[in-house]
T-cell receptor
């Protein structure tokens, strides 16, 4: 099973600033997925990151707000830009592995914007 | 949008079987049923998946009805550590397809 290291685990940020979240996987994967989980809610897909191409964003999410990098097959970053309190959420990265197409998740980044 | 419907919450006594239902009446022929759970403040964890036959692993059993329109996840001997939100997800059995999460069922295991 894939092991995913996500950093930071939590942060408290001032509004108007940006935070970059890192996701490192212990194996090479084609796609990495970024999710947001707002307080008390389920997970919502932000974007899909494929190495060597621009990320594909879901409706309601834009590159200017959530720029994503995918420099190689084991690493990705998600930046939350120009933050507001509404961005306070848990952000998770995920990869898929194995013949059963199982998904594995990082432990998440708990972001609080004040 | 999620293609599944689950009860918002359930309780289960410790040591008893927890049976979590899921309706997926619009499931397509090439779609599998996957179950994940999210223990508080952690990333979701894979439990089990299946197409049409019943499946069992070290964590749980999955019972899928013959018409595939519903399924039940069974935790045979629930413990306090099984308290979590359980998500039933329908998705194609193909690579690089993101998960679409519904609201899930919050299972509380009670001592």
């Amino acid at each position: 099973s894939a092991v995913i290291s996500q950093k930071p685990s939590r942060d408290i940020c001032q509004r108007g600033t940006s935070l970059t979240i890192q996701c490192q996987v212990d194996s090479q994967v084609t796609m990495m997925f970024w999710y947001r989980q707002q307080p008390g809610q389920s997970l919502t897909l932000i974007a899909t990151a494929n190495q060597g191409s621009e990320a594909t964003y879901e409706s309601g999410f834009v590159i200017d707000k959530f720029p994503i990098s995918r420099p190689n097959l084991t690493f990705s970053t998600l930046t939350v830009s120009n933050m507001s309190p509404e961005d306070s959420s848990i952000y998770l990265c995920s990869v898929e592995e194995g013949t059963g197409f199982r998904s594995f998740f990082g432990q998440g980044t708990r972001l609080t914007v004040v | 949008d999620a293609k599944t419907t689950q009860p918002p919450s359930m309780d289960c006594a410790e040591g008893r079987a927890a049976n979590l239902p899921c309706n997926h009446s619009t499931i397509s022929g090439n779609e599998y049923v996957y179950w994940y759970r999210q223990i508080h403040s952690q990333g979701p964890q894979y439990i089990i998946h299946g197409l049409k036959n019943n499946e069992t692993n070290e964590m749980a059993s999955l019972i899928i009805t013959e018409d595939r329109k519903s399924s039940t996840l069974i935790l045979p001997h629930a413990t306090l550590r099984d308290t979590a939100v359980y998500y039933c997800i329908v998705r194609p059995h193909s690579g690089n397809t993101p998960l679409v999460f519904g609201k899930g069922t919050r299972l509380s295991v009670i001592a």
